[in-house]
């Protein structure tokens, strides 16, 4: 047993108070915190990286439910520290805040949301274990929460094994595998697409950064295996956004710099598409909230696009700048800056509060992209790219007149265009739900099933316009989107405000089969690109009918997926299975009881978790390039996976009155 002074047991308090309250350490103990763990360890490794000490990072699932992570760098500190007496690798797993920083230059630009250090990770897991490579040496040392105190409580992260040197070695590096603590977390196991997604991200963000994850879950050799490595970093990934759409630059623009402390990089590609895309990343941490960083990036665009307009004579003296919405239309772009001390704000962290970030973007932006300008090169780009903004301006004047007639004839004629919606009686929004239906007799059902005080029905005929390949006037022609944007209340685009929502929860119903799969596609993408906030506020949802009915004698029971079904038939005889082809299958009762009734029904809320996923496979499946969405749909052709709103939404599933709070 290893020997402790009463230094090291105020640490161990320390540690203790992290299994206490895990929550103020990781966010939560659902799924979310418990990967929080994991890209703990990961942000470590790519410090090293970024350090220039290590060129590759290995992450590792294990059958066990442990994860690990590899680094190539120079191996944590072996020695023992003069102030503590305890040695590095200690020191970094059992002291709050200690991480691998050190107070080292080389850690200055690491991770703001994250950060708060291994030491965190050992805390709440049953295990862990450390193998140092350096000076010729391997070392190891091993950690563990299994011990308990004189009154039963778990000790948090006590070391078990001291470190010792356990041999020879020529690799340099560190090795840290971990297994969380189920006693903790609410789910131990490890999300292959969320580990696999957010390692690519880092890969595109790391340029020339090996990253690779092992998942020996996986039986499927390509999926137990990938390896990422993007030599041209976030140009390679505005390509990858753009997978799906056709580019008016075959080569991103890429501007980078350094203005006061903070590195700046941005990738800009413009596609023929009408909507614009903006990744942000602080320390590599996604701010899907924008910021100080974001803003500086557009007022140094729309600037500097401005002169430029002027200089090759597209505006004249008299014109009025353009907007910069207009020089943004059909542009993916993806701004990644490093800064000292991250200050993250708003609702969910994910956005930037640092004021002195913005006019460090705006300079380096600024002077790039005038440079890349004036380079004879790029004439030909500029001035492409300015006419796109002159015929952006004109459809937007036109847009916004058809919008301003469209809001006088829903006030003249609200009747009509919300003829199909059954409203319900209800006046508190905060109570109510909408439903968006698939077809007319699905409609009518619900209509009837309905608990009419706080339940509206819209039934939709047939497939909605797919407002991907549309500019917003064409989405306000059609009768369809005007009824749900009237039934909203929130109006659209520029104009959306969430404070006149009607209705607290929109709720999509369409069959599960691919048709409806079409729709909801479509549907998402209207609220992603006109309504986003309808969705990161947590508004939407995929109700989910059940695909089975099992009746014996006048008992019936509804099973939602193959795995539910075993259960509900299991040990049961003699029982006449139903399987639903539709939601049109379905009397009012059976619509309400399985799908309505807050009590029963399943719902999957739509999130924003991954905005970079869901944008391109927004892309991919409903852009006009054919062949990756052929390519998409064959791989991904289970229409009934209930994660596939995971890869491209982030939905979670909810239950019965969880969905309801
Ligand atoms: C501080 C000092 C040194 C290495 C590290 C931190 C270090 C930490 C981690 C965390 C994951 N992988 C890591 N690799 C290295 C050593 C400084 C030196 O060798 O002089």
Known sequence: MPQYNADSLKVLEGLDAVRVRP??????????????????????????????????VQVTLYKD????????????????????????????????????????????????????????????????????????????????????????????????????????????????????????????????????????????????????????????PETARREYCFEGG??????????????????????????????????????????????????????????THEIGAKTALTKVFNEYARRIGALKDKDNNLSGEDFREGMT???????KNPQFEGQTKGKLGNTEVKPAVETVITNELTLYLEDLKHQQLGQALVEKALKSARVREAARRARDIARTKNELEAAPLVGKLSVCTGRNPKDNELFIVEGDSAGGSAKQGRDRRFQAILPLRGKPLNVEK????????????????????????EDFSLSALKYDKVIILSDADQDGAHIRAILLTFFYRYMRELISEGHVYIGMPPLYQVRKGDTQHYAYDDRELKKVTAGLKGY????????????????????????HRKLMQVTL???????????????????????????????????????????????????HS
Request: one cysteine or more.
């Open 23 to 56: 929550g103020m350490y990781i966010g939560s103990t659902g799924s979310r915190g418990l990967h929080h763990l994991l890209w703990e360890i990961v942000d470590n490794a790519i410090d090293e990286a970024m350090g220039g000490y290590a060129t590759e």
């Open 65 to 220: 439910g442990s994860a690990s992570v590899w680094d190539n760098g120079r191996g944590m500190p072996v020695d023992i520290n003069q102030a503590t007496g305890v040695s590095g690798v200690e020191l970094i797993f059992t002291r709050l805040h200690a991480g691998g920083k050190f107070g080292n230059d080389n850690y200055a630009y690491s991770g703001g949301l994250h950060g708060v250090g291994a030491s965190v990770v050992n805390a709440l897991s049953r295990w862990l274990t450390v193998d140092v490579y350096r000076d010729y040496s391997h070392w190891q040392m091993k950690f563990t929460s299994e011990e308990e105190d004189d009154e039963g409580k778990v000790k948090a992260g006590i070391p078990s094994v001291p470190l010792t040197r356990v041999g020879n070695a020529r690799k340099r590096g560190t090795l840290i595998r971990f297994l969380p603590d189920d006693r903790i977390f609410d789910t131990t196991e490890f999300q292959y697409e969320t580990v696999r997604s957010r390692l690519e991200e880092l890969a595109y963000l790391n340029k020339g950064l090996k990253i690779s994850l092992e998942d020996e879950r996986q039986k499927d």
């Open 234 to 291: 976030i140009v390679d990934y505005v390509r990858f956004l753009n997978q799906g759409k056709s580019a008016v630059n075959e080569d991103p623009i890429f501007l980078t710099g350094v203005q006061n402390d903070v590195q700046v990089q941005m990738a800009i590609q413009y596609t023929d598409s009408y909507t614009d895309s903006f990744f942000s990343y602080v320390n590599n941490i996604p701010t899907r909230e924008g910021g």
């Open 333 to 339: 772009c993806v701004l990644l800056v490093m800064v």
């Open 470 to 493: 549309k500019r917003l006037d064409a989405v306000l022609a059609n009768e369809e989107f005007r009824s749900l944007i009237t039934a909203l209340g929130t109006g659209i685009g």
């Open 576 to 599: 006449v299975l139903q399987r639903y082809k539709g939601l049109g299958e379905m009397n009012p009762e059976q619509l309400w009881e399985t799908t309505m009734d807050r009590q």
């Open 609 to 659: 978790d991954d905005a970079a996923a869901a944008e391109r496979m927004i892309s991919l499946l409903m852009g006009d390039k054919v062949d990756p969405r052929r390519e998409y749909i064959i791989s991904h052709a289970d229409f009934n996976k209930e994660d596939q709103f995971d890869a491209s939404h982030g939905a979670h599933a909810q239950q019965g009155n969880a969905a």
